[in-house]
């Protein structure tokens, strides 16, 4: 940041130069043979983004913790869609399995080009009636679990001279959710996707790194009964979003469609945060 004109002048290796990536918008969006990490990615929000990253032709690594419905669903895809895909549980919370993880895909897949930490859980309660302990299990999976991928893979993207790192933040991170007082959710949401963005600055010699923040979807975490009626009302759109609605902007973002898009933070909510 210049503070005056007088420090503002040219600076070596400025500009530079553009990508060379497709003109053609639907060409830029292909995948060809990128590997792709999902985190999460035995259901919900991390399955279809699997789903729509192997539909693009990318090789994908389903990493997943406790439902390993992700094995089988690895293998239909790749049958599906004739690209390579294999599932991996990793506990996100633990750093060495993080580190593990990477290391094997890095030996099965040659390469990572796009890592999207999605994993995330909540435990929907005001802070007084949440103990530590609940507390701290949040904030292993939503922050350490974040930061520990972004670490991991970071290494990777710095030796290998590019990557894209994609976050699943939330509208949490933006606004105080009502009617149920969450606040250990929404703050570690907050943290993702202020830490998304300090990366993208540091690692703008190698890598690009985007946020999505997604307002309620129909999954295991989307509204809660206490919760729902106040999501219709809240969303300009009346409802809650569909998976497959999501798809197009991970891929998007995972793509060469948005060679210029880094640090940015996207909220997909139906409206939700506009009042
Ligand atoms: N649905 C919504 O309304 C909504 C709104 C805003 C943000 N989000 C965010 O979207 C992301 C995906 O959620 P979803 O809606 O798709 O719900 P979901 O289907 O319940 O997905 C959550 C995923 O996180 C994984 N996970 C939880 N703890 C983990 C751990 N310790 N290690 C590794 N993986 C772990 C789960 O894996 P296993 O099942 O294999 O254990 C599960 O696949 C989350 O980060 C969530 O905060 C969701």
């Not at 789903?51 to 094995?71: L, Q």
């Not at 435990?123 to 103990?131: D, G, V």
């Not at 497959?244 to 060469?256: M, N, Q, R, T, V």
Request: charged residues 20%.
């Amino acid at each position: 940041m210049s503070m005056s004109e007088s420090d503002s002048g040219p600076r070596d290796g400025f500009p530079r130069p553009f990508p060379t990536t497709p003109t053609n918008v639907l060409a830029q969006l292909r995948l060809n043979g990128k590997v792709v990490v999902i985190t999460g990615a035995a259901d919900g929000i991390g399955y279809a983004v699997a789903e729509a990253m192997a539909e693009a032709n990318a090789h994908i690594a389903m990493w997943y913790n406790s439902n390993d419905a992700a094995v089988e669903k690895a293998k239909g895809l790749a049958t599906t869609h004739g690209i390579k895909a294999s599932a991996y549980k990793v506990d996100v919370s633990d750093s060495d399995a993080i580190q593990r993880g990477v290391e094997e895909v890095v030996a099965e897949f040659g390469r990572i080009d796009v890592f999207i930490a999605n994993a995330g859980m909540a435990i929907s309660k005001p802070l007084l009636e949440t103990t530590l302990d609940e507390y701290r299990r949040q904030m292993s999976v939503n922050v350490d679990g974040v930061l520990y991928c972004a670490k991991s893979v970071g290494e990777v993207f710095k030796k290998q001279g590019f990557g894209n790192l994609i976050i699943t933040s939330s509208m949490s991170g933006h606004i105080v959710n009502v009617p149920v007082d969450q606040p250990v959710y929404n703050a570690s949401k907050a943290f993702v996707t202020h830490l998304g963005k300090s990366l993208a600055r540091e690692w703008r010699e190698f890598a690009r790194v985007n946020v999505v923040s997604p307002g309620f979807f129909e999954t295991k975490m989307g509204a809660s009964p206490q919760c729902i009626n106040e999501a219709y009302r809240m969303a300009a759109l009346g409802r809650q979003g569909h998976v497959k609605e999501i798809k197009g902007l991970y891929l998007y973002l995972a793509s060469d469609a948005s060679t210029y898009m880094t640090g940015s933070d996207v909220l997909i909510d139906g409206g939700y945060v506009l009042p």
